[in-house]
Structures are given as C-alpha cells and as structure tokens.
C-alpha cells in the first residue's frame, strides 16, 4: 500500500521553470503595452494656423525707401541747428556726415529745395491716395517734424539775442539739444522705415495719425 503514492509521485510531471520571455506585469502601471495611437491634427487649429500665416504681409521695398528718403527733408533742414557744435567737432561730425555730403549738396543746389520737398511729400504722398498708408504716415510725420523746426528760428528771431551773455550761452544749448534731437530722430525713423517698421515719434506720430 506504501508503493502507491510513491508510484503516484514519480508518474507525476515535474514542475517547469517560468521561461524567460514571460513578461511580469507591475500592479500600478498600464498593462496595455501597445503603442499609443497618433494624434491627429483639429482641423480647427490647422485653419487658424493657415489663416495667421496668409494675414502676415512684410512692408513692400517701395514704401520702405518712400519714408526713408521722407525723413532726409527735416534732417536736412535741421542741420542748421547744429553750428556751434559744428565749429567744436568740425573732424568728427564732418567724418560722419561724409557719406551724405554728395546728396546735401545737391538738396542745397536746388533753389527753393525746402519748399519744392515740402510741396513733393504733402501732395505728391501724403495726399495721394494711390500710395500706401504706411508710407503716407511716414511723409506726414516728417512733414509735421519739419514745421516744428522752423518754430525756434521764429522764436530766435523775435527776440533776437545776442552771441554773448546768457542770451548767447541760451541759444548755444538750444540749438546743441535740438541738433542732437533731430540727428536721433533721423537714426530712428530712417532705420525702421528701411526695416519695415512704423517709427511713431512721440506727439509728433499722433499729429500726424490725425491726418488720415
């Protein structure tokens, strides 16, 4: 009677080993191990995407070199401020005003040149509707810039001070800080019209968003 559960034993299957391809799942991660399905674009934003890239419009070169040659007329006009800083740094202003020296001349060989540029920029851009805004806006800001620099030569003319005392250190300033003020205005205007952007100079952009 022994011999039977020992028969039984030896007949049974020994227990086989867990291969090594199983694959022991963790009890809190996903146990789906197929990849995730990609995801698809909302039409919705594909639109929008689209509709964004087709409203951006570069400024065209026309209107780019229209209000960068706009704003030589105040520049040119404006150098007259700048005599007293002339006769201290003859070398280092005539240095860097060299390069413009060619088209300075030939805006002063041009009689009546302020008013033939003035007369150009209002009519012929600012008030031309065939132009673009852009470049109309540019024209009427040097326009307005222009007129501003003619008011202290009035003023300086109603009064009339002379070269020495304080009425002579007065005028030396006013003319050095207006000098300075129309050289940065001329940097900042001409440099974004060339890029493209909209140079807005303060009080006298919004005189002149007034106009259109």
Not at 20 to 42: A, E, I, K, Q
Not at 69 to 78: L, Q, T
Not at 124 to 131: E, Q, Y
Not at 183 to 206: D, H, N, Q, R
Request: proline share 11%.
């Amino acid at each position: 009677m022994s011999a039977t559960p020992l028969l039984r034993l030896s007949l049974s299957p020994p227990p086989q080993k867990p291969s090594r391809s199983t694959t022991f799942l963790h009890p809190l991660r996903s146990n789906n191990l197929s990849s995730p399905p990609p995801l698809r674009p909302n039409p919705s934003q594909s639109r929008r995407l689209t509709a964004i890239s087709a409203s951006y419009n570069t400024t065209p070169v026309p209107d780019r070199l229209i209000s960068a040659a706009a704003y030589f007329f105040p520049f040119f006009n404006g150098l007259q401020y700048g005599r007293f800083l002339f006769a201290q740094f003859p070398k280092t202003l005539g240095l860097i005003l060299e390069p413009l020296l060619p088209l300075l001349s030939f805006y002063r060989s041009v009689p009546y040149s302020s008013y033939l540029a003035f007369l150009l920029l209002y009519i012929g851009v600012v008030r031309n509707t065939n132009v673009s805004r852009y470049a109309r806006f540019n024209a009427m800001q040097a326009v307005v810039l222009d007129v501003l620099l003619v008011l202290p030569m009035l003023v300086q003319r109603i009064f009339n001070p002379g070269p020495h005392g304080i009425g002579g250190k007065v005028l030396m300033m006013s003319h050095n800080l207006i000098f300075v003020g129309v050289v940065a205005c001329f940097v900042y205007t001409f440099g974004y019209s060339i890029l493209g952007w909209t140079p807005k100079l303060p009080f006298v952009g919004e005189a002149a968003d007034r106009q259109f």
